[in-house]
């Protein structure tokens, strides 16, 4: 949410200079976590803040700019992030529970993290990062799973799990992962994963398909051969 309030604040004409940025990221901040944080917990203190900063502005200031910032936001603070679209798509995966949930859900917020902090995934809409980085998370625990890769959850995805979710993102949250947006934010966040030397290649991962893709495929072989042969049955004569 941070992110988005001081992108909206950029914008906006908020934030005017490049000094302003650094008031701009701190009340954008402050603001955040007034809206979001636990009600339990307290609001960092303006004067902590002003520390922040190195003194560069003052407590004063840091209010004038959250006015600023709430105007021009039209005091619409509850945005949608790429983590709210995360946890609803999280609700249409078959695995609910055990190790690998959650480490599909650690690996999918943490692609979320990376590519909030890409300038070239900034215009990208949290409903398509929040996709993105869910299939980026599985298509790490598939390379884990085929690799055998030590300390990685004995749990396993299956081909009938990848179906059933691919299928109820395209039907029910009407996004189909071979789109050309998907599919390039997916690319991007699985560079940002793969080993320097690997990630170096030209287009390495943009040349070959996601293994959630590559299941999909199967999966529509599959049917089709299935298909084929109940046809090619029902016009055997009897």
């Given at each position: 949410a941070a992110a988005f309030y001081l992108d909206t604040a950029v914008a906006r004409g908020v934030v005017k200079s490049s000094q302003d940025v650094q008031l701009g990221a701190i009340t954008s901040m402050y603001l955040a976590l007034k809206v979001y944080d636990s009600p339990c917990m307290r609001v960092v203190k303006l004067s902590n803040l002003v520390k922040l900063g190195h003194s560069n502005f003052t407590a004063e200031d840091i209010t004038r700019m959250e006015?600023?910032?709430?105007?021009?936001?039209?005091?619409?603070?509850?945005?949608?992030?790429?983590?709210?679209?995360?946890?609803?798509?999280?609700?249409?995966?078959?695995?609910?529970?055990?190790?690998?949930?959650?480490?599909?859900?650690?690996?999918?917020?943490?692609?979320?993290?990376?590519?909030?902090?890409?300038?070239?995934?900034?215009?990208?809409?949290?409903?398509?990062?929040?996709?993105?980085?869910?299939?980026?998370?599985?298509?790490?625990?598939?390379?884990?799973?085929?690799?055998?890769?030590?300390?990685?959850?004995?749990?396993v995805i299956t081909l009938w799990q990848i179906q059933s979710f691919l299928y109820s993102m395209s039907n029910i949250a009407n996004l189909n992962h071979t789109n050309i947006l998907i599919t390039e934010t997916l690319a991007r966040m699985e560079a940002m994963v793969l080993p320097p030397a690997v990630a170096s290649s030209k287009h390495r991962v943009m040349s070959k398909p996601s293994p959630c893709a590559k299941r999909q495929g199967e999966c529509n072989d599959m049917k089709n051969v299935e298909e084929q042969s109940h046809k090619s049955s029902a016009s055997i004569p009897s």
């Amino acid at each position: 949410a941070a992110a988005f309030y001081l992108d909206t604040a950029v914008a906006r004409g908020v934030v005017k200079s490049s000094q302003d940025v650094q008031l701009g990221a701190i009340t954008s901040m402050y603001l955040a976590l007034k809206v979001y944080d636990s009600p339990c917990m307290r609001v960092v203190k303006l004067s902590n803040l002003v520390k922040l900063g190195h003194s560069n502005f003052t407590a004063e200031d840091i209010t004038r700019m959250e006015r600023e910032l709430l105007q021009a936001l039209g005091w619409r603070v509850n945005v949608p992030t790429p983590n709210c679209f995360l946890q609803q798509y999280l609700v249409l995966l078959p695995i609910q529970q055990g190790a690998l949930r959650k480490r599909i859900e650690s690996l999918a917020y943490a692609a979320i993290e990376r590519a909030l902090a890409d300038d070239s995934l900034a215009a990208v809409e949290p409903s398509i990062l929040g996709y993105a980085a869910l299939l980026s998370a599985l298509d790490q625990c598939l390379e884990q799973q085929k690799a055998r890769v030590p300390g990685c959850c004995l749990e396993v995805i299956t081909l009938w799990q990848i179906q059933s979710f691919l299928y109820s993102m395209s039907n029910i949250a009407n996004l189909n992962h071979t789109n050309i947006l998907i599919t390039e934010t997916l690319a991007r966040m699985e560079a940002m994963v793969l080993p320097p030397a690997v990630a170096s290649s030209k287009h390495r991962v943009m040349s070959k398909p996601s293994p959630c893709a590559k299941r999909q495929g199967e999966c529509n072989d599959m049917k089709n051969v299935e298909e084929q042969s109940h046809k090619s049955s029902a016009s055997i004569p009897s």
